[in-house]
């Protein structure tokens, strides 16, 4: 295992042990289910742990932003994975612009293979790919 998968594993791990409870309440008002939850939490943390190693541009699916997005605000908690991720990882929505829309899409699919380097195959119904 190379080092940045290691330390991947490592941050997820600890990303892992915090109370989500709160984010995932919101979910629930949002009508997801507690399976859904559950592994739109697994594959945002393990987004989280990708952009706390890689010095890339990444981008997130649609279900790991929707998890994100209840996360970010809740602040004491995101003030921690900062904590254990060794930084802030900022949101930077899309503009609607076409060459931000571009970028977006090829920081997506730095973030599948990314994915594919440290966890192998993503969950195609949290991820929303079919395969190239």
């Known amino acids: 295992m190379g080092e940045?998968?290691?330390n991947t594993h490592i941050i997820f791990d600890k990303l892992n042990q915090l109370d989500y409870?709160?984010?995932?309440?919101?979910?629930k008002s949002?009508?997801?289910s507690e399976?859904?939850?559950?592994?739109m939490k697994k594959e945002c943390l393990r987004f989280?742990?990708?952009?706390?190693e890689k010095k890339?541009?990444?981008s997130p699916s649609y279900m790991v932003d929707m998890y994100w997005h209840q996360l970010i605000l809740c602040t004491k908690i995101y003030e921690e994975v900062g904590k254990i991720c060794g930084k802030f990882i900022h949101?930077?929505?899309?503009?609607?612009?076409?060459?931000?829309?571009?970028?977006d899409s090829e920081?997506?699919?730095k973030t599948i293979e990314s994915y594919e380097e440290s966890y192998g195959e993503p969950n195609l119904k949290i991820w929303g790919i079919e395969r190239r």
């Open 48 to 52: 989280l742990s990708l952009c706390a």
């Open 56 to 58: 890339i541009a990444l």
């Open 4 to 6: 940045t998968m290691k």
């Open 35 to 39: 399976k859904e939850i559950s592994k």
């Open 21 to 27: 409870s709160t984010v995932e309440y919101k979910l």
């Open 107 to 109: 920081a997506f699919w």
């Open 91 to 103: 949101h930077i929505p899309n503009n609607g612009n076409k060459i931000q829309r571009k970028k």
């Open 30 to 32: 949002e009508k997801f």
